[in-house]
């Protein structure tokens, strides 16, 4: 299976701060990499797919980049509603896995 | 949109089979190119890919579950389902199932989650 880890685990930050989160795979994935956002109680709703693309409605405060075994998820002016863990996933083989998730706190 | 909604029950004893079904509406679950899929998120945060079934009816698995798992899909009822069998603690989750419209397009519609809890 390909291994996926995320840092930092949690982070604090404040509102209108930039916040960038690193993913990192066991193997090259191309940009077969996926980024979500999940809220207490809440199923994960798709921010980026393929690396860098936006899904559909997602505010443009989002981005992702990355190629290979390296991917950021950057959140480019922290809003209330953005507070949450967030989780990036390869779906390069058959194996689908997700990382351990980044918790993003109030400062 | 699609939407999709679980269905099962909430508490399997130890060694029986858990069954869950996901009814699918605002799309087809023949269409070309879709991924139906099982995500299960234990306490805590982690969440486990159980498998999939693409537009062929072709099932992949997480190799982790050795076997126990079965995806099926019912194309009369327009769902798909998981069987997981046996069950032991360790599967206790909120089991979500999933839309994918494609390897490159992540899933990009999730059923609100159903808790199972594995206790005699």
């Known amino acids: 299976d390909i291994q996926m880890t995320q840092s930092p685990s949690s982070l604090s930050a404040s509102m209108g701060d930039r916040v960038t989160i690193t993913c990192r795979a066991s193997?090259?994935?191309?940009?077969?990499l996926n980024w979500y956002q999940q809220k207490p109680g809440k199923a994960p709703k798709l921010l980026i797919y393929a690396a860098s693309s936006l899904q559909r409605g997602v505010p443009s405060r989002f981005s992702g980049s990355g190629s290979g075994t390296d991917f950021i998820l950057t959140i480019s002016s922290l809003q209330p509603e953005d507070f949450a863990t967030y989780y990036c996933?390869?779906?390069?083989?058959?194996?689908?896995?997700f990382g351990p998730g980044t918790k993003v706190e109030v400062k | 949109q699609v939407q999709l909604q679980e269905s099962g029950p909430g508490l399997v004893k130890p060694s029986q089979t858990l069954s869950l079904t996901c009814n699918v509406s605002?799309?087809?679950?023949?269409?070309?190119?879709?991924?139906w899929t099982w995500i299960r998120q234990y306490p805590g945060r982690g969440l486990e890919c159980v498998g999939y079934i693409n537009y062929n009816g072709i099932p992949y698995y997480n190799p982790s579950l050795k076997s126990r798992a079965t995806i099926s899909v019912d194309r009369s009822k327009n769902q798909f389902s998981l069987k997981l069998s046996p069950v032991t603690a360790a599967d206790t989750a909120v089991y979500y199932c999933?839309?994918?419209?494609?390897?490159?397009?992540?899933?990009?519609?999730w059923g609100q989650g159903t808790t199972v809890i594995v206790s005699s």
């Open positions: 605002g799309g087809s679950i023949s269409r070309s190119g879709y991924y």
């Open positions: 999933v839309f994918g419209s494609g390897t490159s397009a992540g899933l990009d519609a």
């Open positions: 996933q390869q779906t390069h083989n058959t194996v689908w896995t």
């Open positions: 193997q090259s994935i191309s940009t077969y």
